[in-house]
């Protein structure tokens, strides 16, 4: 299995619609198009939110990132590892908490008591999260081809740290300047990220 750029656009929205296309068009067809959406968004990150906004042009008072990020909860099989280790579960369970988290920012935003604990709860799950990944790489650190790949879970694990800080900046300004937005894009950019360590783990995994 190669690893694809994570991205809820495409898992959500983009690539649902090209499955429906199968019994029209043939699988090869689609099975392309998926391919060429992959090869640009993994050179141009954002590209097919982007495309859903310019091309698709959503009817007018639909914010399409705040739309994709309530999916993010939706379950993925590019992003589930099948292992029945309880440290793979676990890894698991806590990604799809953040997620599930993450998700319900939209509608949870402009009440300011709810949210300020939902932020609390991102915070927890972010440091449950960690804490899941550090397990796996104890505890499973010469599985299959978990040593091939340590670099770039090393490398991930940094870039999710790095998204995660990331996103609390932007929750600080956003309680100055009230840039919904920001917010919402930050929140993917996260979630994006969990199901990119997801993904490798899996890969790594599999041998």
């Given at each position: 299995m190669d690893c694809h750029p994570a991205s809820l656009s495409l898992q959500h929205v983009i690539f649902?619609?090209?499955?429906?296309?199968?019994?029209?068009?043939?699988?090869?067809?689609?099975?392309?198009?998926?391919?060429?959406f992959n090869k640009v968004e993994s050179e141009n990150v954002g590209f097919a939110r982007l495309f859903i906004s310019g091309v698709c042009k959503p009817e007018p008072g639909i914010d399409v990132t705040r739309s994709i990020l309530s999916l993010a909860a939706k379950p993925c099989d590019d992003y589930m590892i099948h292992r029945r280790e309880p440290e793979f579960r676990l890894l698991s369970d806590k990604a799809s908490h953040l997620k599930s988290i993450l998700s319900r920012i939209?509608?949870?935003?402009?009440?300011?008591?709810?949210?300020?604990?939902?932020?609390?709860?991102?915070?927890?799950?972010?440091?449950?999260?960690?804490?899941?990944?550090?397990?796996?790489?104890?505890?499973?650190?010469?599985?299959?081809?978990?040593?091939?790949?340590?670099?770039?879970?090393?490398?991930?694990?940094?870039?999710?740290v790095k998204t995660s800080r990331s996103f609390s900046d932007t929750l600080k300004k956003f309680f100055k300047d009230s840039r919904a937005d920001d917010v919402f894009a930050s929140?993917?950019?996260?979630?994006?990220?969990?199901?990119?360590?997801?993904?490798?783990?899996?890969?790594?995994?599999?041998?």
């Open positions: 649902p619609f090209l499955d429906e296309l199968n019994s029209e068009q043939g699988q090869n067809i689609t099975g392309a198009l998926k391919d060429a939209p509608l949870e935003i402009s009440d300011r008591s709810v949210f300020l604990q939902t932020i609390k709860d991102i915070a927890g799950a972010i440091r449950d999260v960690l804490e899941a990944i550090n397990s796996v790489s104890k505890a499973h650190g010469q599985l299959a081809s978990m040593p091939k790949y340590k670099k770039a879970l090393d490398r991930e694990k940094k870039v999710f929140a993917n950019s996260l979630c994006n990220q969990t199901n990119t360590l997801l993904q490798l783990f899996k890969v790594a995994s599999q041998g």
